[in-house]
């Protein structure tokens, strides 16, 4: 266990939803703050009216802080904000979307000033959370306008970690969107992650067709052979071990995903309904930015909303899943930070040269 508990950020999402149910659950759990210092960001009326609907859920006590840098160790905060909504369990509704993108941008304020290591976003609703000032699909394009980047979605579990070359565009436009260029670019952002944020030495990477049966020598489709294989070689050629273009059901159903680090699907649903049918309480894992945001693999579940149905399980994983990236990440940077001085420090912190050796050795 580090000496600096790391600060981690959890947003409300969408208050109608199941967000504050799952985030009451596995905050319940007292061994939770022993772990990392929980910052809780949205309203005190929506955590106080979720936590009266569990019935066998020890309840939470919150700390009410500002910002993250009063949160105290030991304790679960909660930095009040989104409060306007009315709750209305199940319900689709402006304030409620509103609400969650207020507790998001109140949690990048805290991290992009240093107070927090990572953030963990409960889910919002896509179509509610539009307004003039926040025009995004998804967290993941959120994240990336806020950290200067182009973010990677990167589904991930024990068994699989699925990365997406499109992710919220309709089918419609997938095969236009799809280059060689920008397969080469997440081959090597997908790669980077594996190695810096989950530990893997040297990743092996398997690449997805785009159409059925992998194109079938162009019978079904041209790109696997115009645009994914050359990538594929390209991307190996400059040292990404990637392979393919497997057709998605083969790799699945026959088990090859099993031999591969990574996985890099060409569109949402081609990734993501394999990945949930095979790990349902993953993590999604925004990938390429020098922050850390992850988050449940569900989403608002208006359906059970307020019904002391959902499980926690995949909440509990993205905290998990953020505090092993954030110490990845630090491991990554002491270990690569020059290491001509490390090896001096191992050898005592001298140089060794001819004029160090033995007399014998001189000779020699």
């Avoid at 989950?198 to 398997?206: D, H, L, Q, S, T």
Wanted: glycine share 10%; proline share 5%; with cysteine.
């Amino acid at each position: 266990m580090p000496e600096h508990k790391l600060k981690i950020g959890i947003t409300q999402g969408d208050t109608n939803g199941i967000g504050w149910e799952v985030i009451l659950k596995a905050l319940a759990d007292p061994r939770m703050t022993e772990l990392f210092t929980p910052v809780v960001y949205g309203s005190p009326k929506a955590a106080a009216y979720y936590r009266n609907t569990l019935a066998e859920t020890e309840p939470v006590s919150f700390n009410p802080v500002a910002s993250a840098a009063e949160a105290r160790r030991g304790k679960v905060n909660l930095a009040a904000c989104g409060e306007g909504a009315e709750i209305l369990p199940g319900k689709a509704a402006a304030d409620a979307g509103r609400a969650a993108v207020e507790a998001l941008n109140a949690a990048v304020r805290d991290l992009k000033e240093g107070h927090l290591d990572a953030i963990v976003t409960a889910p919002f609703d896509k179509e509610t959370v539009q307004a003039d000032d926040f025009r995004y699909t998804g967290h993941t394009e959120y994240m990336a306008a806020e950290f200067g980047g182009e973010a990677m979605m990167i589904m991930c579990s024990d068994l699989l970690r699925v990365g997406l070359v499109t992710k919220h565009i309709p089918v419609s436009e997938i095969a236009r969107s799809i280059t060689r260029e920008r397969i080469v670019k997440d081959l090597h952002t997908l790669r980077r992650s594996l190695v810096e944020d989950f530990g893997i030495v040297e990743p092996r990477i398997a690449v997805m067709a785009l159409n059925p049966h992998a194109g079938d020598g162009g019978l079904l489709g041209r790109e696997e052979q115009e645009i994914i294989k050359p990538a594929i070689v390209e991307a190996f050629g400059k040292g990404v071990l990637a392979f393919g273009p497997f057709a998605a059901d083969g790799l699945f159903a026959g088990g090859g995903y099993a031999k591969y680090d990574g996985i890099l699907a060409m569109y949402h649903d081609q990734g993501l309904a394999p990945f949930k049918t095979l790990s349902p309480d993953g993590v999604n894992f925004t990938a390429g930015l020098p922050a850390v945001r992850t988050s449940p693999d569900h989403g608002t579940a208006f359906d059970i909303a307020g019904k002391d149905k959902a499980d926690p399980q995949s909440m509990r994983n993205a905290i998990y899943t953020a505090i092993d990236i954030v110490e990845h990440r630090r491991a990554w940077a002491e270990w690569t930070r020059n290491p001509l001085q490390h090896a001096e420090r191992e050898r005592g912190g001298r140089d060794v040269s001819v004029r160090d050796l033995p007399q014998t050795e001189k000779e020699d």
